[in-house]
């Protein structure tokens, strides 16, 4: 279930306040940072974004 556009527009990374894109899979939704020295993708379950740095996937 994607994110809604105006909720998408507010969230930014708690690691380095960057703006968030909805990268969204079937199968992993998730939410990753635009930040260029930070990338990190944080989950969404049951619609609810997770963003706590802790839970989030660092980039590969």
């Given at each position: 279930m994607?994110?809604?556009?105006?909720?998408?527009?507010?969230?930014?990374?708690?690691?380095?306040?960057?703006?968030?894109?909805?990268?969204?899979?079937?199968?992993?939704?998730?939410?990753?940072?635009?930040?260029?020295?930070?990338?990190?993708?944080?989950?969404?379950?049951?619609?609810?974004?997770?963003?706590?740095?802790?839970?989030?996937?660092?980039?590969?």
């Amino acid at each position: 279930m994607p994110l809604e556009a105006g909720l998408l527009e507010i969230l930014a990374c708690p690691a380095c306040h960057s703006p968030l894109d909805d990268r969204s899979a079937a199968d992993s939704p998730e939410l990753i940072c635009t930040g260029q020295d930070c990338g990190l993708a944080y989950p969404v379950r049951d619609g609810i974004p997770v963003l706590l740095v802790d839970e989030a996937r660092r980039p590969a």
